[in-house]
Nanobody, 120 residues
């Protein structure tokens, strides 16, 4: 199974920026769709952004224009650049992957996540 490690979270003020990293090992990284998800306390996990092998991207409507997902296949790493952060972005952020023909994120690849807190 692919092992994923998230990093880059922290405490920022509203309007601030962070860059999250998702480092993968254990498989061929480039063949998968990679997604960033987030989960706030008491809320369901939601997909924030994803990027496919061909570079095509998806963004949750509430983050469009503020977040940018990118990947470096040589480094087996996916990034999420978050600008203009809002308090409602506060959550634990997770990355995961899936085959391009699947709609199911890898059940065995969820990591510990990285906490993002947006507060003044």
């Amino acid at each position: 199974q692919v092992q994923l490690v998230e990093s880059g979270g922290g405490l920022v003020q509203p309007g601030g920026s962070l860059r999250l990293s998702c480092a993968a090992s254990g498989s061929i990284f480039s063949i998968y769709v990679i997604g960033w998800h987030r989960q706030a306390p008491g809320k369901q996990r939601e997909l924030v952004a994803s990027i496919a092998q061909d570079g095509s991207t998806y963004y949750l409507n509430s983050v469009k224009g503020r977040f940018t997902i990118s990947r470096d296949n040589a480094k087996n790493t996916v990034y999420l650049r978050m600008n203009s952060l809002k308090p409602e972005d506060t959550a634990v952020y997770y990355c995961n992957l899936r085959p391009s023909r699947s709609t199911i994120w890898s059940p065995s690849s969820w990591g510990q996540g990285t906490q993002v807190t947006v507060s003044s």
